[in-house]
């Protein structure tokens, strides 16, 4: 019961989410459990860590808190958390971005960039080659061999629309093109980066077109109290 009420420490302090994922294999197919942090692992965590998740997900967490898991339960498996539809100014490769113009969806009757209206990343332009290139480049390169591979969030089945323009914050829509061919765009992506990494994939997104380039999807949920 110790464990029980650390673990729950451990959602509040280190944005844990919990999810259900769609894992593709000979067998039946099983619900496991899994939880994502963006960083904050303590070593009182890891314990806890290991004993709940089948699959965690991570995002700024140190190497060696990562071993640490991996050696308490060897067979969970771990996935380096990255995006590729959008980026942030808080990239570390911002500057590379941000001198590539053409890499960026743009309102098609301002021209003005697409910010996410809740958590100010940029629509990236996924019709363009040269940035597809490069975002997967970064995807491999984000995933050492420590990883048994990566999540990759906000891989919709269709275009969402949720983005407003950079500078007045009006409603933004990109070029019909980038709505219309969404899905193949995506699997574009898909085909890029298996031709580049070996390890697992899986995506924060449900579409059946998508099924022969991931290893699993992601039907998210949030942790609600029950009344």
Not at 3 to 14: A, E, P, T, V
Not at 50 to 79: C, F, M, Q, T
Request: aromatic content about 16%; hydrophobic content about 40%; proline content about 2%.
């Amino acid at each position: 019961m110790k464990y029980f009420f650390h673990s729950l420490r451990i959602i509040f302090l280190c944005n844990f989410y919990i999810f259900i994922f769609f894992v593709f294999c000979d067998a039946e197919a099983s619900v496991q459990r899994h939880l994502l942090c963006f960083g904050g692992i303590q070593e009182s965590d890891l314990i806890p860590i290991a004993n709940y998740a089948d699959i965690l997900i991570v995002g700024n967490v140190n190497e060696s808190s990562i071993k640490k898991i991996k050696r308490l339960k060897p067979n969970i498996i771990i996935l380096k958390y990255c995006h590729v539809t959008g980026y942030h100014t808080s990239h570390s490769d911002w500057g590379v971005v941000q001198g590539h113009e053409d890499w960026f969806a743009h309102d098609k009757k301002t021209s003005e960039k697409m910010v996410e209206r809740k958590y100010g990343w940029y629509l990236m332009n996924i019709e363009n080659y040269s940035y597809r290139q490069y975002v997967t480049n970064r995807v491999v390169q984000q995933a050492p061999k420590i990883y048994d591979g990566v999540f990759i969030d906000d891989f919709w089945g269709e275009y969402v629309n949720k983005f407003v323009k950079e500078r007045n914050g009006g409603k933004a829509s990109p070029d019909n093109n980038l709505k219309l061919h969404w899905n193949s765009l995506m699997i574009m992506v898909l085909q890029n980066l298996k031709g580049k990494y070996h390890g697992l994939v899986y995506i924060n997104g449900i579409s059946e077109k998508y099924a022969p380039y991931v290893d699993g999807f992601m039907y998210e949920g949030f942790v609600h109290s029950y009344n």
